[in-house]
């Protein structure tokens, strides 16, 4: 068999047909929408996750058998049924009006084949197994594991020509604020865990954990934040100017933060500082503690029944103290998950306020500390007597303090 030739075909605006409505269209269809393709699905059956794509208008749908008709306009066409003599039939349309055609049945008859494909930011990697597509995904498997894990990336990285035609230095760099998760280094997202293994510099909080730290490539210059010897303003200002002054020297700065930027990790001023000196910034989300610490407990923060809604609120400045903008007394009187970070040092005060203005003694409490991580601890009380229980137990941050009924719900 001759060899086949490799394509990356553009086909933004440009009409597909998919003959099929089943778990092969359903693979398929994404990595077409994703191209920009103008997708026909002809096909008498749908499943749910295809009727998503109709119902969103995403797609074309026509309910009913293929005919050749179909193929007017079409630039390729993909069989993913079954059928042989149906396939065989879509296929014979397809070589009429010369049109390459993709057969789900019967790779031996068709006319092109998809590729298994692993995508890094830019780049794609796409192999044809000669035939043989498990032969395919192995070798896929093996170059996705090698780019996941940070080797080759200055091929695929920032000073790639992927980045800059021509092959030309950027004389201004980047920073990405990215959210490392609460602990467990495996909960940074897949696009957080790139953009790390391709930066120049990692600028690193102290919650941050230690272990995606050491997985980073030789030649990083990683500055941990927390050894800033300022106070805690001055420090943000250098970590801001640090920022800077690396991004416009031209490197790819990765700030990481812990859980997610924007929730009480001053991302938004990191951001600022940056696009007040004219560096592009991107924002990788995280998971933050404030959900998944109590999920590492087994405690959802909503559960059907029990709690509608949660709220989120920070406990470092005392309810009593001016600089307090939390409304302590409006939180006694919700129903739902509350949910404290930096609560320990006030949680006396804290909890003091919540039952002063109503909310019940004996509402289920939980304290987490280092959710997600091996030295995670958990302590189940109430709001009466949580306060208490934290200093008896020797609880210390990093903790999440929980109030409200899901506490307890998914215990046996
Ligand atoms: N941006 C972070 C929060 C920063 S504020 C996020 O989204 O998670 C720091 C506070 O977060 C800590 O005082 C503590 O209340 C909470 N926290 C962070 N990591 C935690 C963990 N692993 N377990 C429990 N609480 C954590």
Redesign the pocket.
């Known amino acids: 068999m001759s060899s086949p030739y490799p394509l990356g075909l553009r086909l933004a605006g440009r009409r597909v047909v998919v003959v099929g409505g089943g778990a092969v269209a359903t693979r398929r269809v994404p990595a077409l929408l994703d191209a920009g393709a103008d997708v026909l699905l002809v096909s008498p059956e749908l499943t749910p996750a295809l009727r998503a794509h109709v119902d969103a208008g995403r797609l074309r749908w026509e309910p009913r058998r293929f005919a050749p008709g179909d193929l007017d306009g079409a630039w390729l066409v993909q069989t993913a049924i079954d059928d042989r003599a149906a396939a065989a039939a879509v296929s014979d349309a397809a070589a009429e009006r010369r049109i390459f055609c993709v057969r789900a049945d019967d790779r031996a008859a068709a006319t092109a084949w998809t590729p298994a494909v692993t995508r890094h930011g830019p780049v794609t990697v796409a192999v044809l197994g000669g035939g043989d597509p498990r032969r395919a995904m192995s070798v896929r498997d093996a170059v996705r594991a090698l780019l996941s894990a940070g080797k080759g990336t200055d091929s695929v990285g920032q000073r790639s020509p992927v980045d800059t035609p021509g092959g030309r230095e950027p004389t201004v760099g980047r920073v990405a604020l990215v959210?490392a998760g609460?602990?467990d280094r495996e909960l940074i997202t897949v696009k957080g865990w790139r953009l790390l293994t391709e930066a120049d510099v990692v600028v690193a909080d102290r919650?941050v954990p230690g272990l995606l730290l050491d997985e980073l490539r030789a030649g990083v210059e990683l500055v941990d934040a927390s050894k800033i010897p300022y106070g805690p303003s001055r420090a943000q200002e250098e970590i801001n100017r640090i920022l800077v002054d690396r991004a416009l020297a031209g490197a790819f700065v990765v700030r990481l933060?812990?859980?997610?930027?924007?929730?009480?990790?001053r991302?938004g001023e990191e951001l600022l500082a940056c696009a007040a000196a004219g560096v592009p910034v991107t924002v990788v989300p995280?998971?933050?503690?404030?959900i998944?610490?109590p999920a590492?407990a087994g405690i959802p923060v909503t559960h059907r029944a029990v709690a509608h809604e949660f709220t989120v609120v920070?406990g470092?400045v005392a309810p009593d103290s001016p600089a307090s903008l939390v409304r302590w007394d409006a939180l006694a009187g919700l129903r739902g998950t509350l949910v404290?970070?930096?609560?320990?040092k006030n949680l006396a005060a804290i909890t003091e306020t919540l039952l002063a203005h109503g909310r019940p003694a004996q509402t289920p409490a939980a304290v987490?500390?280092?959710?997600?991580?091996g030295g995670?601890r958990v302590l189940r009380s109430t709001l009466g007597a949580v306060a208490a229980d934290v200093v008896a137990e020797g609880l210390r941050?990093?903790?999440?303090?929980l109030v409200g009924d899901v506490v307890g719900t998914l215990d046996g």
């Open positions: 959210g609460p602990g919650l933060k812990g859980g997610d930027p924007y929730v009480f990790g991302g995280g998971v933050t503690s404030a998944a610490a590492a920070s470092h404290i970070l930096m609560g320990l987490v500390q280092e959710g997600t991580t995670q941050p990093p903790a999440v303090v």
